[in-house]
């Protein structure tokens, strides 16, 4: 789908073969690793959570969002299904990235818009408190709901 405001095409996927030759697994892995520094995951987080988005099994799936502006991969976005609707919000944005050279411009909020459009329930998204694009997402309208704690063992 072409976004009418722009040039931007954006692209919702849901398996790995429908991936474009322009934003292969590996290229879109790379841009998820390396345009979300500091808050970026391992390359082994971002492939396993690729995975969980394209699996079929019971429970499970998601897609990928790319934004691509002339066969070139400027946004990414990962949502994956919780399987857990009834307390739990069924759609968890695990990941979205701008490329640093299209930031700015309102891409990342288009990209949030459009995939959150594509989910058919709620959705939640962990945030560190000093990541700038916590205002972004408040903007959207996303609350703080809870405060979440971990216990590291």
Not at 50 to 55: E, G, H, N, P
Not at 107 to 132: A, F, Q, T, W
Request: with cysteine; proline share 4%; hydrophobic share 40%.
């Amino acid at each position: 789908m072409i976004d009418s405001r722009t040039d931007l095409e954006f692209l919702k996927i849901t398996a790995s073969e429908m991936l474009p030759d322009w934003a292969d697994r590996d290229t879109v892995t790379r841009f998820f690793h390396e345009t979300m520094k500091p808050w970026q995951d391992s390359m082994e987080e971002i492939g396993r959570a690729f995975d969980y988005a394209f699996s079929t099994n019971s429970g499970e799936g998601g897609f990928l969002m790319l934004a691509g502006q002339d066969r070139k991969l400027v946004g990414a976005l990962l949502m994956l299904k919780t399987g857990m609707g009834n307390y739990i919000p069924p759609w968890l944005l695990v990941f979205i990235t701008i490329d640093p050279s299209a930031r700015g411009r309102g891409l990342g909020r288009r990209l949030c818009e459009r995939s959150i459009s594509e989910c058919d329930g709620d959705v939640k998204l962990h945030v560190e408190y000093d990541n700038p694009a916590k205002r972004l997402y408040e903007r959207i309208g996303f609350v703080n709901k809870y405060a979440e704690m971990r216990l590291y063992q």
